[in-house]
């Protein structure tokens, strides 16, 4: 069974700065996928970025960029330029090949302060 | 762009009823899953469904029960709702494999509140 943690329920910085979420996962498995996922304020839940933990070069979408730390099985979120649109709560999820079986953790509320 | 339709966004029902909810997609997904969302604990998954008239348990079954007898609906079920089901309901729908699969596309949900 994977596991995944995210030790802060809630941050909150001004528009513009840039912003990390930790997240720490656990898995047995070799060959997974990582996920940051964004809910924000009464409307679905939308992929933000996606990292395979066979690739060493850590993905970027935009103003997004992930910290993957394979070896201490740490998965941290980079917004740069934060903007209010960005305000959601976000979630890290594991996926481990062959599983099926998508796992998250249990979310950072995040607010972009005027 | 995939869609998936939770068929109610807001339900309130009395304890020991039977509630059905139920998700559609149109994309032709292999997998379907049903999470519930309480805060604090983040999602759970309930069960997955990865073929037709196919199951799996999820981590908190116990309560639920599901149904996928066409490949685009997922169904899940609460034989006699008790209090602490009242919780956000979410479905989900993917692609079985790796590549560009794996990437969850979810409804908008469905709060149900047990009184």
């Known amino acids: 069974a994977q596991t995944v943690t995210q030790s802060q329920p809630e941050m909150s910085v001004q528009e513009a700065e840039t912003v990390t979420l930790s997240c720490t996962y656990d898995t047995s498995e070799n060959n997974y996928y990582l996920f940051w996922y964004k809910q924000p304020p009464s409307r679905q839940m939308i992929l933000v970025i996606r990292?395979?933990?066979?690739?060493?070069q850590n993905a970027t979408e935009n103003r997004f960029s992930v910290n993957f730390q394979k070896a201490a099985k740490s998965f941290s979120l980079k917004i740069s330029d934060s903007q209010l649109g960005d305000t959601a709560m976000y979630f890290c999820?594991?996926?481990?090949?062959?599983?099926?079986?998508?796992?998250f953790g249990t979310g950072t509320r995040l607010t972009i302060i005027p | 762009d995939v869609k998936v339709t939770q068929s109610s966004r807001y339900l309130v029902k009395r304890t020991g009823e039977k509630v059905f909810l139920e998700c559609v997609q149109d994309?032709?997904?292999?997998?379907m899953f049903w999470y519930r969302q309480d805060p604090g604990l983040g999602l759970r998954l309930i069960y997955f469904s990865y073929d037709v008239k196919m199951k799996e348990k999820g981590d908190i079954p116990e309560g639920y029960s599901v149904s996928r007898e066409k490949k685009e609906r997922f169904s899940l079920i609460l034989e006699s709702a008790s209090t602490n089901q009242t919780s956000m309901y979410l479905c989900?729908?993917?692609?079985?494999?790796?590549?560009?699969?794996?990437?969850?596309?979810f409804g908008a949900g469905s709060r149900l509140t047990v009184l």
């Open positions: 989900a729908s993917g692609e079985t494999g790796g590549g560009g699969a794996n990437v969850l596309t």
């Open positions: 990292q395979e933990a066979y690739k060493q």
């Open positions: 994309m032709d997904h292999e997998n």
């Open positions: 999820a594991c996926y481990p090949f062959g599983n099926e079986k998508l796992t």
